[in-house]
């Protein structure tokens, strides 16, 4: 039996696409990857926080490329995939990262505010994996990493479109993880629990829902982002060569109760 060494998790020489990967979560999830190896293309729909995130990648000693793309476009997924070609000839990992989160009563959400969310969380997630999975069938080799929530397994207050769309991110990840097994291409996810990030800055500034949440918790306090970049890694690593339609939570033990 062949030792087991800390390079099962090194992405040296691995090409890695994450979308919405310069804000939020997806900057720790670009920086993380990037420092365990990878070269990292980086989509977003702005350019805010390119800089920022390519000043940190360079001073670990990596290289990232960025490509500015509105994810619900025609031919988002192809000029994803082509660009990512161009600059680096491969793909090995995809982190499908982007989402959006919308809150209303059920009443007062408006039609256009579900077709929003479910563009971005769930139809993009579909045709960006749908055109990288084709290019790494041909190497049989690559992961896809879907970020979901712990709303792909529980509701959501007033987040109906981002729960509903969570769900059937786990089951795209279990789908397209039995259909790309024989390939050799595992597709795993994660489901991140509350974490200190702009888009839970209102839950954490009203005072009885973040007591609320504290205590639900059995760590007993939000997570800090940098929390999850070990788990990305693990599952962009040949560590996770046998692991396949598994969303982890990570989450501090709120699914426990």
């Known amino acids: 039996m062949k030792s087991f060494f800390l390079e099962q998790f090194s992405l040296t020489e691995q090409t890695a696409i994450i979308t919405g990967g310069a804000s939020g979560l997806g900057q720790y999830y670009s920086l993380a990857l990037a420092q365990a190896g990878a070269q990292v293309y980086v989509v977003s729909r702005t350019t805010k926080g390119w800089t920022q995130l390519s000043e940190k990648i360079e001073q670990a000693g990596g290289k990232v490329r960025f490509l500015q793309q509105d994810l619900t476009a025609k031919n988002a997924a192809k000029n994803i995939v082509d660009g990512c070609l161009d600059e680096f000839g491969k793909i090995d990992i995809l982190v499908n990262n982007a989402g959006l989160q919308l809150r209303n009563d059920l009443a007062d ?4 505010d579900w077709r929003a969310v479910i563009e971005i969380n769930l139809n993009a997630l579909y045709y960006l994996s749908h055109e990288v999975a084709q290019v790494m069938q041909k190497r049989s080799s690559g992961k896809i990493i879907n970020i979901g929530s712990m709303q792909s397994y529980r509701a959501g207050k007033r987040i109906f479109p981002y729960t509903a769309s969570k769900h059937a991110v786990l089951g795209l990840t279990k789908a397209y993880a039995d259909a790309l097994a024989p390939d050799n291409i595992q597709v795993n996810g994660i489901a991140p629990g509350y974490v200190d990030t702009p888009m839970t800055k209102a839950l954490q500034e009203d005072p009885n829902r973040n007591q609320e949440i504290i205590e639900h918790i059995p760590a007993g306090k939000w997570a800090q982002p940098e929390q999850l970049m070990g788990t ?10 046998y692991l396949n339609g598994v969303m982890i939570p990570v989450d501090g033990g709120y699914l426990l109760r």
Request: no cysteine; proline share 0%.
């Open 232 to 241: 990305v890694v693990f599952l962009a690593s040949h560590a996770a060569d």
């Open 109 to 112: 959400f408006k039609d256009e």
